[in-house]
């Protein structure tokens, strides 16, 4: 009797043990994966690299790289709104960490919580607190981030500024001071391209004037667009506006950046985006070939943005969309694909050798510096606020009137529950 018990016993061991690989070995995963950017073109290397490990990991799933062409997702945006409300949403997409996400597509409740993702992958010890804040609600959490990118970043070519016998200016004054020498010299003093570089420019001419407390204060309610304060940022963003480029309406960012680059123009205030682009697709040297400097009266701020990805409900593919979340939220996606991109993680474990010169300065003064955020790129406001700032902005390039900025401002601001 004894035998036999001990022999069925045997038996299903050898089962078990012999089972056990296959139970333990994940499915392979098949079916197309989507992913919604806009990360195209000279934006594309970075995405690239993750998408070969995404591959290598995963050689049976065809991904399918969705990109509409515009900086800061001008065009994508668009057409995201169109598919989602349309019922066909991408896999997973590109969305700005902070309101772009929570005061649109969360309040929508179009996303699908992200919570057991983060757990099961340690996340929430990882990133920062202060940047799970801005992705997530008492409800959930609804992306992950890929990055860090600083908005208020002011980029030149120390061989031109030398030969033009200019210094890199510090504050707006300074900035005054040297403008017309070069505009004198055929030098665009400043570059600026389409609109939402318009927005950009503002945001950080806004932070300069307003200083980091009252730009908080903007964006919680409690200080006023129509505000002297308000006001004032408007007037100083008329200024700098007087030299900047005039066909600059009909420039891409990149084109506004090889002004810089072929000395057309001295200086460019870009997102650092524009390192990853000068260095990887124009193969210049952080700090020789190229320069860079926090925009005028805004050091020791860091004017901060993250792209994430997201889940939305209804994903196709919803278990190769998670898979590539994963992969984003990596310690090895995340530092495979920053320093292309001219980027630094968000994790706070990233292995700092990887990154250029550029990018070490960067994650040092996000360490160091007031972390504000951005208004172009989706912390601060939905994106009701975004589509209407717009209009001010393309009114106040024509116009050039503060005082009617301000007041569409604080009309907005009211509309899109600030
Ligand atoms: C995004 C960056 C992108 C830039 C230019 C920003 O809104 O956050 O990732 O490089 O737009 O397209």
Sequence with gaps: ??????????????????????????????GDLEIFSWWAGDEGPALQALIDIYKKQNPKVDVINATVTGGSGVNAKAVLKTRMLGGEPPDSFQVHSGQELIGTW?????????TPLFNEQGW??????????????????????????????????????KKWGVEVPKTWDEFFAIA????????????????????????????????ADNWDALWAGKLKFDSPEGVKAWELFGKV????????????????????????????IMGDWAAGYMTTTKKLVPGQGYGWEASPDTEGEFLFLADSFGLPKGSPHRDNALTWLKLLGSKEGSDTFNPLKGSISARTDSDLSKYNDYLQSAAADFGKDRVVGSLAHGVAANETFMGGFASVMEMFLKTRNPMAAGKACAQLAKKSGI
Excluded at 14 to 26: E, G, I, S, T
Excluded at 106 to 114: F, G, T
Excluded at 252 to 257: D, F, L
Aim: glycine share 4%; net charge neutral.
């Design 1 to 30: 009797m004894k035998t036999t018990v001990a022999k069925i016993l045997m038996a299903l061991v050898a089962v078990l043990v012999l089972a056990a690989p296959q139970a333990v070995q994940a499915k392979e995963l098949t």
């Design 106 to 114: 969360v309040k929508a409740d179009r996303m699908e919580d992200l």
């Design 124 to 161: 929430m010890d990882v990133f920062p607190k202060g940047l799970i804040k801005l992705i997530g609600t008492d409800k959930g959490i609804w992306s992950v981030p890929v990055n860090v990118h600083r908005s208020n970043v002011l980029w030149y070519i120390p061989a031109n500024l």
């Design 180 to 211: 017309p020498k070069l505009k004198a010299a055929g030098v665009t003093p400043l570059a600026l391209a389409q609109n939402w570089t318009a927005n950009h420019l503002w945001e950080s001419v806004a932070l300069a004037s307003l200083g």
């Design 241 to 268: 506006l007087e030299y900047t480029n005039s066909d600059a309406t009909s420039l891409s960012w990149q084109q506004a950046t090889d002004m810089v680059i072929d000395g057309r123009a001295a200086f460019n």
